[in-house]
């Protein structure tokens, strides 16, 4: 029931008083775009002028757009590694942000192997809160009735370092969830979990996964959607389903907690809450021991209207997956963010995933964009390029985002591509097209073309031995299994057929590129279980050559012609799936510590 309110908005009638709010805060906001930015600016620079990193460009206490952006050099993360080094060292001196850098969030995006470090100010918590309240507000005007029900999230911490300073170092959502913000965050119909902080907040994935999902199930009725951050962990948590049902519907039926469940408080909250139930349980049961499990998400909780997961960018390639156990639910993808900072969201939640559109909120952060040119590299240090304002972009172009934050990176260059479909008020709209220089991706893993070289190179270090070389070699990310897995196709040449590399040395090799990859993708391997064994491809001689002619009959330049590191058309999947002679997979996981090296 649509509410009479003054706070009237153009995105539709809302059905409360706190969505008129929200609403009339999003029409507000995104009317008045610029002069938003303008503040937004100002204010950065005001409260930062006294820091090392501001006086060193001389800005002399300017906060006007132009004075910034001619002193002011356009940067990535590596040129702010000294000053991260020094904070992350135990440095307080106001080097980047006037306020105290109250932890870092640890991105999933790599420098040198590791995550980069992104500095954050406690104040930046309500930004991202006030981001979130919005959601539900936009929500609700496409979904009535969500109050009448739960939503099953199945949300996840995961370990936390501290810098030699002391600071912490932990994902951003794990902040987030650690935080009071949402620890005691009030009751709001609209917004009811299944999962109790008990169990979001355990640190043991095996027993917070088990027990959010047997909450999950013991409220099936109540559940009207079904989500998780990205694409790949809500599979995750069906595959975790399809290997530990019996032991969670014996859990229901009898009343009696899985031992294996240990942790004191999660134990506590569910020895509460669970009590015999054979008739949920015979259910269950049923509908897991079927072979097929298509559109189990949607037999199990019959009252899912949609399902709330990122399935934009990288993740788009769960969406066939996601639609088979969901039996072709709506999937909603609501919001943009990252650990630099929360970007916006969608305001149309239940368009189709090819038709999202994120809308970047002004009062986020200062948001500048840097036009790509698709057929140029990068651009030279004499001749920067100009960028354009939010309120600037066009519909059609493609740009990669470059924020100044509150927390204090200044023209910073996040590395993800944007096209423009359009705007809202003045706000502009835009398609996620990718993350640059990504090859591979399973995950929140991102693999690049130098790190998979790099692995290719340590791995066939082994089959020196055997007078053996890797010719030539592509990727592939494999979805189809749960978890996925990267699949590298090897081109070999030996010069001894009778001493050719074994079984246990390929496999050697598979653990050696696992062992050579970043730190993102050894955690999913090792502690996240997000990642499955990579795996080696062995194709038959001329495989390679014959994947160029078929390039080139398709019109590639014969002189231009660069084998593709990576691949995903099916033609040449097939092309290379026919000429495997061998595969094998990593025999063991690869080394992995929350520490950083
Ligand atoms: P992290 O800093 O590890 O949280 O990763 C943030 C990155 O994840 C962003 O810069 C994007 O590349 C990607 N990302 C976040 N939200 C979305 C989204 N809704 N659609 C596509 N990619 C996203």
């Given at each position: 029931m649509a509410v009479d309110s003054p706070l009237s908005s153009q995105l539709g009638p809302p059905v409360c008083e706190r969505d008129a709010k929200a609403l009339h805060f999003i029409e507000e906001t995104t009317s008045h775009a610029d002069s938003v930015q303008d503040r937004v600016l100002t204010e950065i620079l005001t409260r930062n002028s006294q820091t090392e990193y501001l006086t060193r460009f001389k800005l002399n206490g300017a906060t006007d757009r132009e004075t910034f952006k001619s002193k002011l050099p356009i940067i990535t993360y590596e040129d702010l590694q000294p000053e991260i080094h020094r904070i992350a060292n135990g440095d307080r001196s106001a080097i980047l942000s006037a306020h105290p850098i109250s932890e870092f969030l640890t991105s999933s995006g790599t420098s040198a192997g590791e995550r980069k470090l992104m500095p954050t100010i406690k104040e930046e918590l309500d930004r991202r809160r006030l981001l979130y309240s919005l959601l539900m507000p936009v929500m609700n005007l496409y979904v009535p009735g969500l109050e009448r029900g739960k939503g099953l999230y199945f949300l996840f911490v995961k370990s936390e370092t501290r810098t030699p300073g002391g600071l912490l170092a932990r994902p951003v959502l794990t902040s987030y969830y650690k935080s009071d913000h949402f620890k005691t965050r009030p009751y709001d119909p609209y917004n009811v979990y299944t999962s109790p902080n008990e169990a979001i907040l355990c640190p043991d994935s095996f027993q917070s996964m088990y027990a959010q999902m047997l909450c999950g199930l013991l409220q099936r009725q109540q559940v009207l959607r079904v989500g998780a951050v990205f694409a790949s962990g809500l599979l995750r948590a069906i595959r975790f389903l399809q290997l530990n049902w019996p032991q969670l519907t014996q859990d229901i039926e009898t009343g009696a907690l899985n031992?294996?469940?240990?942790?004191p408080s999660l134990r506590e909250y569910m020895d509460k809450i669970l009590k015999p139930n054979p008739e949920l349980a015979e259910y269950v049961r049923h509908e897991c021991s079927k072979d097929n499990w298509e559109g189990i998400i949607a037999r199990i909780w019959q009252n899912t209207k949609y399902l709330d997961v990122i399935v934009t960018g990288?993740?788009?390639?769960y969406i066939p997956t996601l639609d088979y156990y969901s039996g072709g639910l709506p999937l909603a993808c609501t919001m943009y963010a990252s650990s630099e900072c929360y970007f916006g969201l969608n305001l149309n939640p239940m368009c189709k995933p090819s038709q999202v559109s994120y809308t970047i909120m002004p009062n986020m952060a200062y948001f500048e964009f840097l036009p790509r040119d698709p057929n140029s590299f990068g651009f030279p240090r004499d001749s920067p390029p100009k960028l354009v304002d939010l309120v600037d972009v066009e519909v059609g172009k493609e740009y990669e985002l470059v924020i100044t934050t509150y927390a204090g990176l200044y023209r910073y260059r996040v590395g993800d591509i944007l096209r423009v479909t359009g705007f809202h008020n003045s706000a502009p709209q835009f398609h996620f097209v990718r993350r640059k220089?990504?090859?591979?991706?399973?995950?929140?893993d991102k693999t690049d073309e130098a790190e998979l070289q790099k692995a290719v190179e340590n791995a066939s270090r082994l089959l020196r031995e055997f007078n053996t070389r890797v010719v030539e070699y592509t990727s592939y990310a494999d979805t189809r299994t749960i978890p996925g897995h990267y699949v590298i196709y090897w081109e070999l040449l030996g010069k001894d057929s009778a001493n050719s590399p074994t079984d246990e040395v390929l496999k050697q090799c598979c653990l050696a590129m696992e062992e050579s990859l970043n730190s993102v993708y050894r955690q999913g391997r090792v502690a996240d279980n997000s990642i499955g064994p990579l795996e080696i491809r062995v194709v038959k001689n001329g495989t390679f050559e014959e994947l160029m002619d078929y390039a080139i009959s398709r019109g590639a330049s014969i002189n231009q012609y660069k084998v593709p590191r990576c691949v995903n058309f099916t033609p040449i999947m097939e092309l290379l799936d026919y000429r495997v002679v061998s595969s094998h997979f990593s025999p063991a996981s690869p080394h992995w510590t929350p520490e950083r090296r």
């Open positions: 031992p294996k469940l240990t942790d990288a993740m788009a390639q220089n990504v090859l591979l991706s399973i995950d929140s």
